[in-house]
């Protein structure tokens, strides 16, 4: 993926801005949960291509994002794990063993 850069919008989980790949000066709003999960972004491919089969009750999937979205998520994915790993190694939550043990 390229550097484009990606920020978290304060306090909401979820909602990101992506900088623009052909306007570098520009950032266009992702919010990932949205769609059940599928994810909107306010660029115009989104809005053209992606939207209408979404609006229309298609199922999250990977088609049916832009690259904006896709590159959200990957940022998110990443903190989500990193949070994980961090919970796992600090002893907050059970070793993985343990916690299949007890199911
Ligand atoms: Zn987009």
Same mark, same amino acid.
């Given at each position: 993926?390229?550097?484009?850069?990606?920020?978290?919008? @304060? %306090?909401?989980?979820?909602?990101?801005?992506?900088?623009?790949?052909?306007?570098?000066?520009?950032? %266009?709003?992702?919010?990932?949960?949205?769609?059940?999960?599928? #994810? &909107?972004?306010?660029?115009?491919?989104?809005?053209?291509?992606?939207?209408?089969?979404?609006?229309? #009750? !298609? &199922?999250?999937?990977?088609?049916?994002?832009?690259?904006?979205?896709?590159? !959200?998520?990957?940022?998110?994915?990443?903190?989500?794990?990193?949070?994980?790993?961090?919970?796992?190694?600090? #002893? !907050?939550?059970?070793?993985? @063993?343990?916690?299949?043990? &007890?199911?």
């Amino acid at each position: 993926m390229a550097d484009a850069i990606v920020r978290n919008v @304060t %306090h909401e989980v979820g909602r990101y801005w992506v900088q623009s790949r052909s306007q570098p000066d520009q950032e %266009h709003l992702c919010d990932l949960l949205y769609f059940d999960g599928n #994810g &909107k972004c306010s660029c115009q491919n989104f809005q053209f291509t992606c939207e209408p089969k979404l609006v229309r #009750g !298609a &199922k999250p999937d990977k088609t049916l994002r832009c690259w904006h979205l896709r590159l !959200a998520r990957e940022v998110f994915l990443q903190d989500v794990l990193t949070v994980m790993a961090r919970k796992e190694k600090d #002893g !907050a939550k059970p070793k993985r @063993t343990e916690y299949q043990l &007890k199911r």
